[in-house]
């Protein structure tokens, strides 16, 4: 019996599922036999004497003795599970690193990252490094979002762990593609180039790093050149510890406080990273999952308080307003306006999903008796929605309330009635 198979992970996972609810044999047959062993071939049972029932009814078939083509086996668990590891050369730590991957895939996915990001994060681990950073960027209304996931690597096994991940609002100018931003300084050793290169993704990252430095230095951007650096343009200069020079279009982001905000996560559980781009923006999000000291569930609005000063850790404090005792309920306040997609449950439902996760979803109202597009976000410390045009410039809420559409209907019904009488007055004098 062959038992090599490209299904060994799954089956071998099967198989330790199996032992943890307590089925002790298995039975398994190959129909056809050629094509190797699949998961739906196994069939679990806690005893010998229900495994071996089911295997004489399954190995008959209508067959006489000793004709079937597509033999049946039952093993004990524990047996069959051992011969698929030798048979595949599965190791526990190839079992151990598969379902590592598969629990971290599960995690990232939860946070609402895509293939894309879950990839990197495949080709990151194959590096066996302690720990390593995965980054990302995510495009918003007031600028791209930076955010790097953090993964390390267990010190009692080879397990990597993603407990945390940081966002930064990145407000600089977008670098070209394979562009990144370079602290330039003497070479203090007598062997090797005249300068060392230093590169970062971040252009905060490479500015806190270039206010270190006490030497002559420079930061520029720059892209890799073969194996060398080529600098496409520079930014700041530093001589004797002090900045000597700030190109004018960086002084914003060199001189600028900078907002950002490191999130924690258990198991892929707490906000997702869509939610802290959101947040990081000044935007507020819906929590159905949270937990007090007590150990009671219950749902909130939270919002960064960015107004506030930083925890210790470098945080902005999180202002909460707790669903349904603050008293903001986003499907009434919907209702107070001229809201075309509100007016359709399907399509109000999908708006209050996009607006608890902190998004500006795109709404068809009325403005000066004509159609237009805007932008909703919801604003919960004060119970209402604010509306921006597509460029973000704010729009007065009180011109889309249904009220004021109702006055406008009356003051138009007025103006019709004088105009009525006016021509009815005429019309007597003629």
Known sequence: MNLETKYADVIVSLLEDAQDIGMKYVVFGMLPMERGLEPRDLDFFDTLGAALDHWELKSGYGYLPGDNPNPVYYRPVEQLLEEIKTANSLTKQDIMNRNNLENLTEEMKMLGLGDKEITQMQELMQNNLAEFQLRTKIPGNKGVVDTVLYFKRSNQSENYYLNKFHVTLNKAKQLDEGQKYLVITANPGEQGPEKLFRSFESPYEAVAYFKEEQGKSELAVGAKNGKDWKVAYGLANREDGKTSYVANEFNKTFYSPVVDQTYFVEKGRGFTVEQAANMIQGRSVYRDDLMNIGGQPYKAWMKLDMDGVKDRHGNYMVNQYTDPAYGFHIADVLDKYQIKEAAVPEQKEALIAEL?????????????????????EAV???????????????????????????????????????????????????
């Open 356 to 376: 608890k996760k902190g998004n500006r979803p795109l709404i068809t109202t009325v403005k000066d008796g004509q159609e237009v597009k805007l932008h909703l």
């Open 380 to 430: 919960p410390r004060y119970s209402q929605v604010n509306f921006y045009q597509e460029n973000g410039k704010p729009e007065r809420r009180e011109q889309f309330e249904k009220a004021a559409e109702k006055q406008q209907e009356m003051a138009a019904g007025k103006g019709k009635e004088k105009a009525t009488s006016k021509e009815a007055a005429q019309a007597m004098t003629i």
